[in-house]
């Protein structure tokens, strides 16, 4: 039996008045891809979120290897390095090279030498078909350029869980599978990964189970397969109408 990695157990999120998760319980296990889907507003990107503490919860707990998510400090930035993040904007240092970008992590956190990181970072730009760019600056790379090497940055950290929050959404269309098809070279060599995304050729392609959201709630999971010819909900059954229409 997989162990779970990730444990989201009865968790609440509260904005003020509004209710972003209502008990939410979600487990994925080791080595397991799953995609999170659903309309806009359904709470999707702030799950994700929560997962690394970039949200808080307002109830609840959320466990990564067996450790619940710590409220502040030194261990919550050790519990952080381990849970690889990938936003929607690239967030990479405008000022620093794309190599400087991937080992100042691994340099600064895991006490890595500048020579030790300068090879492991070659090796993941490399990986995700960048490495001939290391030394130019964010600016002069594409958007599926510059999203590729804040794949490689999370990778340098050595996560154990992969998030990614919509990584596409800010893409030009033809950037899109270059990204995608990085992500699923991931999945293939069994990275963990919850993947928040609009990209439902990803979820059929890389997911072992497809997590469905609609206001703040998970409503269905199943299989890939399973949820795209057979939904199980009116609310999926609803949403996957639209997707097919337009």
Same mark, same amino acid.
């Given at each position: 039996?997989?162990?779970?990695?990730?444990?989201?157990?009865?968790?609440?999120?509260?904005?003020?008045?509004?209710?972003?998760? /209502?008990?939410?319980?979600?487990?994925? &296990?080791?080595?397991?891809? #799953?995609?999170?889907?659903?309309? @806009?507003?359904?709470?999707?990107?702030?799950?994700?979120?929560?997962?690394?503490?970039?949200?808080?919860?307002?109830?609840?707990?959320?466990?990564?290897?067996?450790?619940?998510?710590? /409220?502040?400090?030194?261990?919550?930035? &050790?519990?952080?390095?381990? #849970?690889?993040?990938?936003?929607? @904007?690239?967030?990479?240092?405008?000022?620093l090279t794309i190599l400087e970008n991937v080992t100042l992590g691994p340099i600064k956190v895991r006490g890595l030498s500048k020579a030790q990181a300068e090879t492991e970072a070659k090796a993941l730009l490399d990986r995700v078909g960048v490495g001939h760019q290391a030394s130019k600056l964010p600016a002069q790379l594409s958007g599926g350029q510059q999203q590729r090497v804040a794949i490689a940055r999370a990778l340098a950290m050595n996560p154990k869980v992969m998030l990614f929050d919509e990584p596409t959404s800010a893409l030009d269309p033809e950037m899109i599978n270059e990204v995608l098809d990085v992500m699923v070279s991931l999945a293939k060599e069994g990275m963990?990964?919850?993947?928040?995304?609009?990209?439902?050729?990803?979820?059929?392609?890389?997911?072992?189970?497809?997590?469905?959201?609609?206001?703040?709630?998970?409503?269905?999971?199943?299989?890939?397969?399973?949820?795209?010819?057979?939904?199980?909900?009116?609310?999926?059954?609803?949403?996957?109408s639209k997707l097919i229409t337009h």
């Open positions: 039996m997989a162990e779970p990695l990730v444990v989201v157990r009865d968790v609440q999120k509260h904005y003020g008045d509004f209710h972003a998760l /209502k008990d939410v319980n979600l487990t994925v &296990d080791k080595g397991e891809v #799953v995609v999170v889907i659903g309309p @806009s507003g359904s709470g999707k990107s702030t799950l994700c979120r929560t997962i690394n503490r970039l949200e808080t919860i307002t109830s609840g707990t959320i466990t990564i290897d067996g450790k619940e998510l710590p /409220k502040e400090g030194k261990a919550l930035a &050790d519990l952080r390095a381990e #849970v690889g993040m990938v936003f929607q @904007s690239f967030n990479l240092f405008a000022h963990t990964m919850i993947v928040v995304t609009h990209e439902m050729g990803f979820a059929r392609k890389a997911a072992n189970r497809v997590v469905f959201m609609a206001d703040g709630q998970i409503v269905e999971q199943a299989t890939p397969e399973q949820f795209f010819t057979n939904p199980q909900s009116d609310r999926a059954k609803d949403f996957l």
